[in-house]
């Protein structure tokens, strides 16, 4: 049993795209899309969405699933408020890029900026769009700091790539 537990420790410390992951519906109630997040992400619920952090505290992603082209702006206007606001976050307006893409058979959408805080230091935020279906449309806020953030980005693909809508 002891080496069992020892090799299954093993494994998923060498191959961590094997770790645990929870495939979560959004909303919870009539869902119109799922999506898998590592379970050391820690994902929790808020009132409109789910959080999620990765484990080293270097991006953060909050997904939400809207209806209209008025929840989507106010989705961005709360959320670089939040940001600036409450987290003394600095969002340079003049880096403002958007891109539309293809990924895994899924169209996107994303508007993103370079940042900076004192605590984290220089980082990228941002939005991703897709429609998961029935004039729904998955938002992803994110946050991901610049440094060290291509320890992650392998695990933010997997869970970008991991959203299906739900019939």
Known sequence: MKHTLIAATLV?????????????????EKPATTITVPDDW??????????????DN?????????GTEKEMDGVIEESIKW???DHKVTVNAATKATKDFEE???????ISWDADSKEWG????????????????????????KKDSEKNLETLGKIFTSVKSVP
């Open 12 to 28: 998923l410390t060498l191959f961590p795209a094997l770790a645990p992951a929870a495939t979560i519906k959004l909303p919870e």
């Open 42 to 55: 820690e994902p929790e619920e808020s009132d409109e969405g789910i959080l999620a952090e990765s484990p």
């Open 58 to 66: 270097v991006a953060t992603v909050y997904f939400e699933v809207v």
């Open 83 to 85: 940001l600036t606001e």
């Open 104 to 110: 895994a058979g899924r169209k996107w959408s994303r």
């Open 122 to 145: 220089p980082a990228v935020v941002g939005f991703l769009f897709t429609e998961v279906g029935g004039g729904k449309v998955l938002t992803i806020t994110y946050w991901i700091s």
